[in-house]
């Protein structure tokens, strides 16, 4: 199975980095859920400048990833999120 690694930009107060499963998606409002491994499902929201990678398992270079398209991402989906505030 392929690990999914997604750049996000922080709308809220989030921790920097999640790791977890896509819980599922709100269409309406551009935002993906990401199950932690421990704790309650985060919603992010997703911008233009949002990068969706894929990982290959065991991978830690992302400069070696993927680019995908978010509808590439299923609910599922191994999930690593990190995100930067904007600017």
Do not use: C, Y
């Not at 790791?19 to 199950?35: L, N, Y």
């Not at 993927?66 to 999930?79: C, L």
């Amino acid at each position: 199975m392929t690990t999914l690694g997604v750049l996000l930009l922080a709308q809220a107060v989030v921790p920097k980095a999640i790791v977890g499963t896509v819980d599922g998606f709100k269409v309406e409002s551009a935002e993906i859920r990401i199950k932690p491994d421990a704790g309650d499902s985060v919603s992010l929201k997703l911008t233009p400048a949002t990068q969706v990678l894929r990982v290959a398992p065991g991978e830690k270079d992302l400069k070696k990833a993927e680019p995908i398209k978010i509808t590439d991402v299923a609910s599922g989906s191994p999930a690593h999120g990190h995100l930067r505030r904007r600017r």
